[in-house]
């Protein structure tokens, strides 16, 4: 019989440390971005000393990319979970802009850090792996899409996910530093806006109900 492994209460208390160290990180990052941002602040937050922060992270990149899989993987999840990828539609379309939403909603944070571009010179191959984790299933919905004609193939399907990734994080971007105010149906304008920059107008498209959207 295969042995299971015990969790003591040592491991649970490393592992909450850990889990404390990278939430703060993520605070603080999201505030303040990444390369102006030393090391003690983040240990300051996290209400540990910075030899502490040390023990679990050895270095400040590592930390970034710790900060970085843990914010991915729940985007992920919390974007992709339980979705048939395989069959594109509109409405799929909408379940996609809709969890996206609530996600920029819950975890301003997390959705704040990953739209930061400059943690890409940070990104180890474990989270390159995390992020491809992410967008090979996107880009495989936007191939199937364009080859039966839900979606417009006069784009490359990354160039397609870019363009949608870049309208929504525009978007909430404003509405965070003020510039906008957004109710649901400025909301629902936006994502019809990038339906419509991605779909294919020469053919009628269904959803999975069978009625046009």
């Known amino acids: 019989m295969p042995s299971t492994a015990r969790v003591t209460p040592v491991d649970n208390k490393e592992t909450r440390k850990r889990e404390q160290i990278i939430q703060a990180a993520l605070r603080v990052f999201a505030e303040h971005g990444l390369h102006g941002t030393p090391v003690p602040p983040i240990a300051a937050e996290a209400g540990v000393g910075v030899g502490t922060l040390y023990r679990y992270f050895d270095s400040k990149e590592a930390l970034i990319n710790a900060v970085f899989r843990d914010s991915k993987r729940q985007l992920h999840d919390r974007l992709l979970s339980g979705l048939d990828l395989m069959h594109p539609s509109r409405s799929l379309f909408d379940n996609l802009w809709a969890r996206l939403t609530a996600f920029a909603r819950d975890e301003p944070d997390a959705f704040q850090f990953l739209e930061m571009q400059d943690h890409h010179s940070y990104l180890d ?59 649901d149906d400025d909301l629902k304008r936006a994502r019809d806006a990038c339906w419509l920059a991605i779909a294919n107008h020469d053919t009628p498209h269904y959803d999975n109900k069978g009625t046009q959207p």
């Open 125 to 183: 191959a474990e989270s390159r792996h995390q992020e491809q984790a992410l967008l090979i299933p996107l880009g495989i919905m936007v191939v199937i899409g364009q080859r039966t004609s839900l979606l417009s193939n006069t784009m490359k399907p990354d160039l397609a996910i870019a363009l949608f990734w870049g309208a929504f994080v525009g978007v909430f971007k404003a509405e965070r530093l003020g510039y906008l105010t957004l109710d």
